[in-house]
């Protein structure tokens, strides 16, 4: 438990160099708090503060003025990497270049860190291109690999981006790749290389293991899509596909977008729409691609009369039928299940072994008759206001 007084006194046992924590008091005052703490630290008006103290605080200052102009320098110099401007693509190789180098997405997102507040964060000293490789030195990744999903794991970089990265930081290898234009070729096809060349042992193993991990996987996110048989049918009704929940969610959604009912909103937005849409945006904005690159949302969209589970690999195949069974009023015995359009029969085979993995959607096909229209009719009549005894003289018209 501190004395009083020990509160201004520092670590190296001198007067803090903190001004807020300390006030001056007359002697009278101060003859007065002996009495009852004599034991607490005594400092005079002139007492010097801590050197120690100072010369950190001072070095401190120091530091963080020489990270200011680090940061001011190294954005100056690769002011398109930071703000994401003019990248390089796979798919469509850029003319001018037949090279372009690899460097982790972790590296990237570490310096801008240390660009947007470089007096809180670490600069970054170490490209760490070894978390590309495998132990023996070779690349991880396939010119086609990179193109179908696996380039979310590195940053593409022009020649003078790197030679700026090469004389900033500390490179511990060098990865590249090459675009080779096929001379005796006539339609113009490229050959592309990596360098260093990728190691086929280890990119077995890291897929092995990728599926491995699609295997075994607990509290997973799966879709549940309930299709008919008579396509006539269920565009016919397309509410009796889906819950009136749903209904009504979607509903309200389409009312939402239509500004609602109030004139005076929709006049207010129905210039907003005309402008978005005559910049090429379009309303929903998870299906929008804009030119330049950017890359469609990967987030799943929900369709009518289907349904998210949350499962795991290692249960079976009978106890999905009944998650389903509560989810969608089927009884399992009535269920018939495909993924991807193979069917899913055998319940006691588990999610993982029948090839669910996570984000995957099963198709459900019902054993039940399809409503006719007369039922149909009966389901909209439901709805319809009670007319009572209209057209009767019970009403006194």
Same mark, same amino acid.
């Given at each position: 438990?501190?004395t009083f007084n020990e509160d201004i006194v520092c670590s190296h046992g001198g007067l803090s160099i903190l001004e807020t924590e300390r006030k ?24 010097? *503060?801590?050197?120690?103290? *100072?010369?950190?605080?001072?070095? /401190?200052? /120091? ?9 001011? /320098? ?15 693509? !796979? #798919? ?30 670490? %600069? ?6 070894? !978390?590309? *490789?495998? %132990? ?18 590195? #940053? ?81 009704? %397309? ?21 609602? $009912? /109030? %004139? ?18 379009? !309303? ?13 949302? $990967? ?6 009369g289907e349904k998210a589970l949350i499962v795991s690999a290692n249960q079976t195949l009978k106890e999905l039928k009944i998650q389903i069974m ?18 899913? $029969?055998?319940?006691?085979? $588990?999610?993982?072994?029948l090839g669910v993995i996570p984000e995957s959607i099963i198709c459900l096909k019902a054993d039940e008759p399809i409503a006719d229209y007369a ?23």
């Open positions: 438990m501190k001056l008091v007359s002697t009278e005052v101060w003859t007065k708090l002996r009495k009852y703490f004599p034991k607490s630290p005594k400092f005079s008006q002139n007492q010097e *503060l801590c050197h120690q103290c *100072l010369t950190l605080e001072q070095e /401190d200052k /120091d530091n963080e003025a020489v990270s200011k102009m680090m940061a001011l /320098d190294q954005k100056s110099q690769l002011l398109n990497l930071f703000h994401e401007k003019n990248r390089p693509t !796979l #798919t469509k190789w850029p003319q001018g270049t037949d090279v372009l180098y690899v460097v982790p997405l972790f590296f990237v997102d570490e310096w801008k860190k240390f660009i947007r507040r470089p007096t809180k964060s670490s %600069p970054v000293s170490n490209v760490g291109n070894t !978390l590309l *490789l495998c %132990p023996h030195g070779g690349f991880m990744f396939t010119y086609e690999s990179l193109i179908n999903g696996e380039a979310q794991h590195v #940053t593409l970089l022009w020649p003078d981006e790197w030679e700026v990265i090469s004389r900033l930081f500390i490179v511990d290898h060098s990865i590249s790749i090459h675009c080779l234009k096929q001379s005796t070729s006539n339609d113009g096809s490229s050959q592309f290389t990596t360098q260093p060349e990728l190691c086929w042992e280890c990119r077995e193993s890291f897929l092995f293991q990728q599926q491995r991990d699609l295997r075994e996987y607990t509290q997973a996110t799966i879709y549940i899509r309930k299709v008919l048989e008579d396509k006539g049918m269920k565009d016919a009704a %397309p509410e009796l596909n889906a819950s009136s929940s749903e209904a009504e969610e979607e509903r309200e959604e389409h009312h939402k977008l239509d500004g609602g $009912t /109030d %004139p005076d909103f929709s006049q207010l937005q129905d210039n907003a729409k005309r402008l978005k849409l005559s910049d090429g945006a379009a !309303l929903f904005v998870t299906n929008v691609t804009k030119p330049g690159g950017i890359r469609r949302s $990967t987030r799943h969209r929900k369709l009518r509560h989810a969608f009023s089927v009884a399992p015995f009535d269920q018939n299940l495909s993924i991807n359009g193979k069917g899913l $029969t055998d319940d006691s085979a $588990t999610l993982g072994n039922a149909m009719d009966d389901a909209y009549q439901v709805r319809v206001p009670e007319e009572g005894f209209k057209g009767t003289g019970l009403l006194g018209h």
